[in-house]
């Protein structure tokens, strides 16, 4: 089974600060993607990959920097960080099928 | 714009009974629908899917029915446990178009079963 790890779980950090989530996946997948998680708003795509360097603008990309530096890693950097990006963030790949694999997910608290 | 919608945002259900939940859809290129399953403190994962060419999709005792016409779905559970609750979200992908790989959630539904 697919197999999403995400790093660190929990993350606080105050406004203006640098943050960087990482994810690591074991499938040889090649698309990997990005998500936050907000109650009232969902799954809402951030950035995503279809491989080591690529990188496609999701569908809120405002604030977020990702880069791809292998098949098996993406990063998400927030490089000032605001409190409307505290969150629930989520990575997933999947290996070009629809069905996507997600990780346990980051919660990410900006004061 | 929110392409997918999801009704209702939150769903109360005896045990036993039949849970159902809605989902519809704006894009006409969408063609591929999952339903993913979310228990707290975890990531989602994919629950059953169907695909626009069929009308219904059974998996044990989880149900898609498919309107296309009318571009909704609904996730029929029956015999609801305890077990089954957890948030759906319905998500929608054009695979055989420019989106390809790209889902669009739901904001999900909110599925208690009471024992």
């Known amino acids: 089974e697919a197999a999403v790890t995400q790093s660190p779980r929990n993350k606080v950090t105050v406004t203006g600060g640098n943050v960087t989530l990482s994810c690591r996946q074991t499938?040889?997948?090649?698309?990997m993607y990005w998500y936050r998680q907000d109650t009232g708003h969902g799954l809402r795509l951030i950035h995503y990959s279809y491989g080591a360097g690529n990188l496609q603008i999701g569908d809120v990309p405002d604030g977020y920097k990702a880069t791809r530096t292998t098949q098996e890693d993406f990063f998400l950097l927030l490089e000032l960080a605001s409190p409307s990006q505290t969150s629930l963030y989520f990575c997933?790949?999947?290996?070009?099928?629809?069905?996507?694999?997600f990780g346990p997910g980051t919660r990410l608290t900006v004061l | 714009q929110q392409q997918v919608r999801q009704s209702p945002q939150s769903l109360t259900v005896w045990e036993g009974e039949t849970a159902i939940l809605n989902c519809s859809y704006e894009n006409s290129a969408f063609d591929y629908f999952p339903w993913y399953q979310q228990f707290p403190g975890e990531g989602p994962a994919l629950l059953i899917a169907?695909?626009?060419?069929?009308d219904k999709k059974e998996d044990g005792r989880f149900t898609i029915f498919f309107n296309k016409r009318e571009k909704k779905l609904s996730l029929h559970i029956t015999d609801s446990q305890p077990g089954d609750s957890a948030t759906y979200f319905c998500?929608?992908?054009?695979?055989?178009?420019?989106?390809?790989?790209?889902?669009?959630f739901g904001k999900g539904t909110l599925l208690t079963v009471t024992p």
């Open positions: 169907i695909r626009s060419v069929s």
């Open positions: 499938n040889s997948h090649n698309y």
């Open positions: 998500a929608a992908s054009g695979l055989s178009g420019g989106s390809n790989y790209k889902l669009t």
């Open positions: 997933a790949s999947s290996g070009g099928g629809a069905e996507q694999f």
